[in-house]
Nanobody, 123 residues
Framework: QVQLVESGGGSVQAGDSLRLSCAASERTISSNAVGWFRQAPGKEREFAAAISWSGSNTRYADSVKGRFTISRDNAKNTVFLQMDSLKPEDTAVYYC????????????????WGQGTQVTVSS
């Protein structure tokens, strides 16, 4: 069973940056695709970004494209989400999730999830 732990969340001002980390324990995720999702209060969980196991393929939601960058370090069993030019509408709990196979934007196709980290952006 893969355990994912997110970290790096916090409270920032609009325009600031944060770097989220998703660390895996118990088992390597180096062969798995990993996605970042977010859930704002009263809203459904939505896709933000995903990366293939090799890092050669990435995908972003239109709402974060050009501001967020997903990357991974398989030697450290960790995936990152660099978030720049943050906006108040980015406020949410951010989750990472993993799956075998190709990256996808569909929440239901990810096999295991972390507990989430809160990101709050004030104007």
């Amino acid at each position: 069973q893969v355990q994912l732990v997110e970290s790096g969340g916090g409270s920032v001002q609009a325009g600031d940056s944060l770097r989220l980390s998703c660390a895996a324990s118990e088992r390597t995720i180096s062969s798995n695709a990993v996605g970042w999702f977010r859930q704002a209060p009263g809203k459904e969980r939505e896709f933000a970004a995903a990366i293939s196991w090799s890092g050669s393929n990435t995908r972003y939601a239109d709402s974060v494209k050009g501001r967020f960058t997903i990357s991974r370090d398989n030697a450290k069993n960790t995936v990152f989400l660099q978030m720049d030019s943050l906006k108040p509408e980015d406020t949410a709990v951010y989750y990472c999730a993993g799956r075998e196979g190709a990256i996808t934007t569909m929440t239901s196709l990810y096999d295991y999830w972390g507990q989430g980290t809160q990101v709050t952006v004030s104007s």
